[in-house]
């Protein structure tokens, strides 16, 4: 590669060059500027207030709360899903296949809305459920729903990415030198796809966190209750408080940046300890 | 502790595909069985089956004379060691030794005394506390070696184990692991698909074809006595010739051949002779005299320790033949030359579609 645009015309790589270091301001440096200008225009001071703000803290810890619940449910869903997929052969696999992804396909705002038909007060299902004083629609539990169900891919993908390079005669071995079927799973399975896990968790936790089209529609909405960090920010905008919204929104950007970043950090050093045979 | 090992009329197919046929199977305590085969000939299938990793459709396994079909792969006491060495990634060459008394339930400083004693026995008491990543392919199989034997099985169980290694390595384990065989005296079930490999190693040989056992025997009648035309072209390279049996003697055009040991065929039967590249010797062409073929040299190739030839007899047989370096007309032979061509011994096999010779002859 280094080779091939040392043979570029100087004016022609100059001009590359440029074009794709101004579009990356353009398109992604600037607006996190800006952002950062909205959040601590009236000071620093005012900013922590807006954070402090009890709303606020409500939306973030609930944004939290759901992000880890999300993670744990398709980190044991996803994760035996991830094994159905590589390591049974059955008819219809391939489509079953394909079909994990349609979560990234489908726009998240009508993930969202086909739960609250299904699950809403005039759903089958929600009407089954309201019987039996059970609510999902409107609260946490729908909330984890609609997460579990857009963030479904990621873990599924990350460790079926990691299973289908393992080997799995170490846990045969293991089965000869005495192991039970659950120390297999525990002391060779699970520890030889930790990467995919990781990796799984960090992409669906950063997803999770950001999520807005399917929790607007399947929470309501409800201040200080069903709110998320994404929907306060939207809320505080519309209402023309941008001080308040920049404030979360500059610590969402923040809280993602770091996941990639040590993302980044866990594989580079995975690498790096790994030795070559 | 060590163990008889008996399997019997052993069935097996994936989907259609039938894998073992009837395999039936007898080792003795403390024995080194190889079991020889082409891939896909069952060898790992069986190997499997026999280590509970595989569920046979039909037939018994017998360790010590008991019955293990319903016994699971953890509690049949057997040593596996595998092809791609299934170490336990990130660990220690100790921790991967000192996995299967983990399990057991062993506290943790009698199963390091004893994992380490098993590095010990491999040569490799430096390495027990490095990651098994580092450690180069010869030094992991034997740390998986290690493993197998520190759950002291009554069995041990090593599929190819050395197919992942060259040729180097290869060598100077297949010493290694004969040694710690014997010192451990336990009943050895070695797959491979390397004929030296079994020969080198093994008591007894089985060797396998399209999941069936063509023979069971001592390395050296396996060679020289095959069952089948299968076990003689495989193990080794082989002239395979029409001919018929005539007092004891084996006849191919004039070419006599002595028997090698017992043969029961009839005169006149017709058989397969099968006849060894380096039992076939040369002489002067003027020398031909009874029991003797001419024949015309159709290629000579110098291969270091001998000259392996290609002659045509006046019969229109062609034979393969190797001829020792130090051979008196290994310097001279070249193509075209007449050779007067003997066979010192060879074997024979019942050729059921081959024709009877006519009276006059016998």
């Known amino acids: 590669m280094a080779a091939r645009s040392r043979n570029l015309d100087p004016l022609v790589r100059w001009s590359l ?25 009236e000071g620093i001071g005012v900013f922590w207030d807006r954070l402090k703000e009890p709303d606020a803290l409500k939306a973030l810890w609930l944004t939290v709360a759901v992000a880890l619940a999300t993670t744990a449910v398709n980190g044991v869903i996803g994760t035996a899903m991830a094994f159905i997929l ?15 992804d349609i979560p990234l396909a489908i726009p998240t705002v009508v993930t969202g809305f086909a739960l609250l038909l299904l699950y809403g007060p005039f759903g089958p299902f929600g009407k089954y459920l309201d019987e039996h004083d059970i609510r999902i629609m409107f609260s946490f539990p729908g909330l984890l729903l609609g997460h579990v169900f857009v963030t479904f891919p990621f873990m599924v993908r990350a460790v079926a990415a990691v299973l289908e390079t393992t080997p799995r005669s170490p846990e045969d071995a293991a089965r000869t030198l005495g192991a039970t079927e659950r120390q297999v799973l525990f002391l060779v399975t699970l520890p030889s ?14 997803r999770s966190l950001g999520e807005f089209g399917a929790s607007i529609m399947v929470s309501g909405n409800l201040v200080g209750r069903t709110q998320t960090g994404p929907l306060y920010i939207f809320s505080r905008f519309n209402t023309g408080d941008v001080e308040g919204a920049s404030a979360i929104a500059i610590l969402l950007a923040v809280a993602s940046f770091l996941i990639l970043l040590l993302l980044q950090f866990f594989q580079v050093g995975r690498k790096g300890k790994e030795g070559t045979p | 502790m060590t163990q008889r090992l008996s399997v019997d009329r052993i069935r097996k197919s994936f989907g259609a595909k039938e894998v073992l ?56 006491g057997v040593g596996f060691v595998f092809q791609d060495y299934a170490l336990f990634p990130r660990s220690t060459a100790l921790e991967n030794v000192a996995f299967g008394l983990r399990v057991r339930g062993v506290g943790q400083a009698e199963r390091g005394r004893q994992a380490r004693e098993m590095l010990d ?52 384990l297949r010493k290694e692991i004969l040694a710690v065989q014997k010192r451990v005296g336990i009943t050895t079930l070695f797959v491979t698909h390397d004929q030296q490999e079994a020969m080198e190693l093994g008591d007894r040989i089985a060797v396998m074809s399209e999941g069936r056992i063509e023979q069971v025997d001592r390395p050296r009648d396996v060679y020289q006595r095959p ?61 031909c005299g009874e029991g ?13 320790t ?14 393969v033949a190797l001829l020792l370096r130090s051979h008196s007309m290994a310097e001279a032979l070249a193509a075209g030359d007449a050779v007067s061509v003997r066979a010192i011994r060879g074997s024979v096999l019942p050729d059921p579609l081959g024709k009877r010779e006519p009276e006059y002859y016998l």
């Open chain 1, 17 to 41: 060059f440029t074009s794709v270091i101004g579009l990356f301001f353009v398109l992604i440096l600037l607006p996190l500027v800006s952002l950062n200008q909205y959040a601590v225009r």
């Open chain 1, 86 to 100: 590589t390591r049974y052969r059955f008819p219809g696999r391939r489509t079953f296949n394909a079909l994990v």
């Open chain 1, 193 to 206: 796809i930790r990467e995919g896990l990781i990796a799984g968790s960090f992409l669906t936790f950063s």
């Open chain 2, 21 to 76: 046929r009837d395999v039936s199977l007898s080792v003795n305590p403390g024995e080194f069985l190889a079991i020889l085969g082409p891939s896909g000939c069952g060898k790992s299938t069986l190997l499997r089956i026999v280590a509970g990793l595989l569920p046979q459709d039909a037939g018994v396994v017998r360790i010590g004379g008991r019955e293990v079909n319903s016994d699971p792969a953890r509690s049949r």
């Open chain 2, 121 to 172: 026995l491999v040569g490799l008491s430096e390495e027990a506390d490095r990651p098994v990543d580092h450690l180069s392919g010869g030094q992991r199989q034997r740390v998986a070696l290690a493993r197998a034997l520190a759950i002291r099985p009554s069995l041990l169980l090593l599929d190819e184990p050395l197919s992942a290694l060259d040729i180097k390595v290869r060598e100077r």
């Open chain 2, 227 to 287: 069952a089948t035309e299968f076990v003689a072209r495989f193990v080794g390279e082989v002239n395979v010739l029409p001919g018929q049996m005539y007092h004891g003697y084996a006849y191919a055009g004039s070419l006599a051949i002595r028997m090698e040991g017992e043969c029961e065929m009839k005169n006149g039967a017709p058989v397969k002779v099968i006849l060894r590249p380096e039992d076939i010797t040369m002489g002067p062409v003027d020398e």
């Open chain 2, 292 to 304: 003797c073929a001419t024949a015309r040299v159709r290629s000579a190739r110098f291969l270091g």
């Open chain 2, 306 to 319: 001998h000259l392996r030839m290609e002659v045509e007899t006046e019969g229109g047989y062609l034979l």
